[in-house]
């Protein structure tokens, strides 16, 4: 090694580093998405279809990055998205993600299919939302909302693309399936199905989706959902107008703009090219996030001046915790933050509240 070291300067060293130490079938779940992964691609291409149009001799030697989400501070826009399974990457799992993000200050999504209980994430005093799927079987889920709402989760946050689990063919040809001692603790699952109900092999996380979830929620059940908690309600996996404003009618709190992180429809549009569309449909009748290949400040920074109101990340925080555990979250999600403030400071915009929709323009094509 040269005196350069290698430590990680960018998100993606930190993906190189967490690929070449996770065994293939892990690297493979949290990398890979749904058929050939074109809007996994997408989700990061779109960015450069952007460029600023910074301003020049703003004072920017103090930056504000805090903002609100839901009514609540947060010390940056930047928020963890929901992600199964953190104890494939560590053995704390989301334990230890909760730890990284409270040393942060910022809000964590925990997902129903977390490998830790959310009552023992709950314990670690980071700021969380539940993330949900809601199940054939409605008294599971109205006793997971419950539990949620008793463990002092903020929000609950339904993902709606997902009413059967995507086609990855990495995980296929894998056979995906949980080591030993990882399991859906919350569901006190501890076996996913390896073959389907024809006895086919393959994921058995998309077995477990076909058997379990159900695939006939609807807008009509949302006030049921309502009814289980008072807590405020955010959809993932928006990326319409229309769907947008049959949210706003239902009365939502906030609406992830998402594709799963390009896992499920594969030929869904990258976030970013959707966000627009979502934000002018809403109108400020309610917030707007963006998930979905944010791997640079200035990606934060795009998306913001696109009108959302904050980003969340999620494979970059499973780098992270690969990496280095907690301490690697937390390094993480500052990086994301440092690298904000530069391009804040670079196109003259000192505090969230002074990006605008003119801070950005189409770049210019070659072709
Ligand atoms: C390994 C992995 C597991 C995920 N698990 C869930 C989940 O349990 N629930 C959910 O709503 N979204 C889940 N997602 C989607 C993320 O919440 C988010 O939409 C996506 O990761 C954002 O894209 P990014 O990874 O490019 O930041 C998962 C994503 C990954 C990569």
């Known amino acids: 090694m040269d005196d350069r070291g290698d430590a990680p300067i960018t998100l993606d060293d930190y993906e190189a580093a967490a690929l070449a130490r996770l065994p293939t079938m892990v690297a493979d779940y949290y990398a890979g998405g749904a058929g050939e992964e074109r809007t996994l691609r997408e989700n990061r291409a779109a960015f450069a279809r952007w460029t600023f149009r910074p301003r020049v001799l703003v004072d920017v030697s103090n930056v504000e990055l805090a903002t609100t989400v839901l009514g609540a501070k947060v010390p940056f826009p930047i928020l963890v998205a929901p992600t199964a399974f953190h104890r494939l990457a560590d053995t704390e799992g989301e334990v230890a993600t909760a730890k990284g993000v409270l040393a942060t200050g910022t809000t964590m999504v925990v997902s129903t299919i977390a490998s830790v209980r959310l009552e023992d994430v709950a314990e670690t005093g980071a700021d ?10 409605r008294e599971l889920t109205s006793t997971l909302v419950k539990r949620a709402y008793g463990a002092g989760y903020r929000a609950i946050v339904l ?3 997902t009413p059967l689990l995507g086609t990855r063919y990495r995980d296929e040809r894998n056979r995906f399936q949980l080591p030993d001692g990882v399991g859906l603790a919350n569901l006190a699952v501890s076996d996913l199905p390896p073959e389907d109900e024809a006895g086919r092999p393959g994921s058995s996380l998309s ?22 908690a008072p807590l405020p309600l955010v959809l993932k996996g928006i990326v319409t107008a229309e769907d947008a404003r049959l949210a706003v009618a239902a009365g ?9 992180g390009g896992r499920q429809l594969d030929g869904a549009p990258a976030t970013l090219d959707a966000l627009p569309e979502v934000v002018e449909a809403v109108a400020g009748r309610a917030e707007v996030y963006l998930d979905g290949g944010v791997r640079r400040g200035s990606d934060v920074l795009t998306a913001l001046a696109l009108g959302a109101k904050a980003v969340f990340v999620g494979r970059p925080v499973l780098w992270g915790l690969a990496v280095d555990g907690a301490a690697g979250v937390t390094a993480v999600l500052e990086m994301l933050r440092d690298e904000l403030r530069l391009a804040m400071q670079l196109t003259g915009t000192p505090s969230v509240a002074s990006i605008t929709r003119s801070l950005v323009g189409p770049a210019v094509r070659s072709d």
């Open 159 to 161: 993902t709606v693309d």
């Open 252 to 260: 939502v709190d906030g609406i992830v703009v998402s594709n799963h």
């Open 128 to 137: 969380r939302w539940f993330q949900l799927y809601v199940f054939r079987d």
């Open 207 to 228: 077995h477990f989706f076909a058997g379990e979830h159900d695939a006939s929620l609807s807008w009509a059940d949302l006030p049921w959902l309502r009814s289980l």
